[in-house]
């Protein structure tokens, strides 16, 4: 790649190459801006799959395993100018791999073992199961696509956070940037396995709604562990969990896929709101793991989706 990468660091102008060196140094832990590279230049990769692989991902091979995020203008297919493109190696996420789903049967009965516990919900209503909210009529009044509630165990922290823009970051600790940040959320008794966990969260990950639906980047050092209807196959009646890696991103949530007003049952946790993610922080869940429900995952997220009109 040396040679190559030579060639094109002397096709940037020298603007770009500082935006370039800001990027790597941080390593994505900020939101950086985009680095514009020529078009149409004879070499064997195009820029942006040449740098990833030089500062990135060592085994990357085509664009097409590439997915520019949210706040890039100018990967392919955005907004940029014609005559240029983004090849800040920072502005893009690789797909998650079908092959990381694991779909899980339903239980045949409920799990008497294990009924509601009570607990303050706020704006939210309690949808019937374990740890689970829906939104309230008077979400869809405010204005946000969705509310995010963190939860550790079967104990939700903190109040729900409202998402307007078009984008968020949920983290623990992010040198800059804002949003829904986790480690600032107080609570009293927390066990060894949930500090543990709260410390693997970090950058966390970028939630965005696009263009059909919700996108989830993996900003952490640490997998992280979804699940939605809309991830397994059409008419499943089973859970699928998807493990993105770090780095990587997944369509967590497709809005043309989601059923209407009927409810999810999530197999031994009981009914749960159709436009609903859940999304594990480090530790899966499931049968071939020790916690067979995310209410034993120490530290996880509810992403509440407002319903496109």
């Known amino acids: 790649l040396k040679p190559a990468a030579h060639a094109l660091f002397k096709k940037l102008k020298d ?10 140094e941080s390593r994505g832990a900020w939101e950086s801006s985009c680095v514009w590279a020529p078009r149409g230049a004879k070499q064997g990769l195009p820029p942006q799959v040449l740098l990833c692989r030089l500062y990135r991902w060592p085994d990357l091979r085509q664009p097409h395993e590439l997915k520019p995020l949210c706040y890039c203008a100018g990967g392919p297919g955005g907004c940029g100018e014609l ?26 009965h409920p799990d008497p073992a294990h009924p509601p516990t009570p607990g303050p919900w706020g704006s939210a209503q309690r949808s019937g199961g374990r740890g689970g909210c829906v939104l309230s009529w008077s979400t869809v009044k405010e204005g946000c696509w969705c509310k995010l509630a963190y939860w550790e165990h079967r104990t939700r922290v903190g109040r729900l956070y409202a998402v307007h823009e078009a984008s968020v970051n949920v983290f623990g600790e992010l040198p800059r940037g804002s949003g829904f940040c986790l480690g600032q959320l107080p609570a009293a008794h927390r066990s060894r396995a949930v500090r543990r966990a709260r410390g693997k969260i970090g950058r966390g990950l970028l939630l965005s709604r696009e263009p059909g639906g919700v996108w989830a ?8 562990f979804v699940s939605s209807p809309t991830l397994g196959p059409p008419g ?11 780095g990587y991103s997944a369509k967590v949530f497709d809005y043309e896929r989601a059923g209407g007003g009927g409810g999810w049952r999530i197999p031994g946790e009981g009914p749960c709101d159709p436009h609903c993610v859940r999304i594990s922080f480090a530790k899966g869940w499931g049968p071939c793991y020790s916690r067979q429900f995310i209410t034993s995952c120490p530290c ?3 992403v509440l989706l407002n319903r496109p009109r």
């Open 236 to 246: 499943a009646r089973h859970l699928t969990v998807l493990k993105v890696l770090p």
């Open 83 to 108: 005559a240029a493109l983004c090849c800040n190696p920072h502005h893009f996420s690789r797909l998650a791999a079908p092959g990381e789903c694991r779909r899980f049967p339903p239980e045949p």
């Open 15 to 24: 603007e770009e190459l500082e935006l370039l060196v800001q990027a790597v």
């Open 300 to 302: 996880w997220l509810e």
């Open 217 to 224: 980047y993996n900003r952490s050092e640490h997998p992280i």
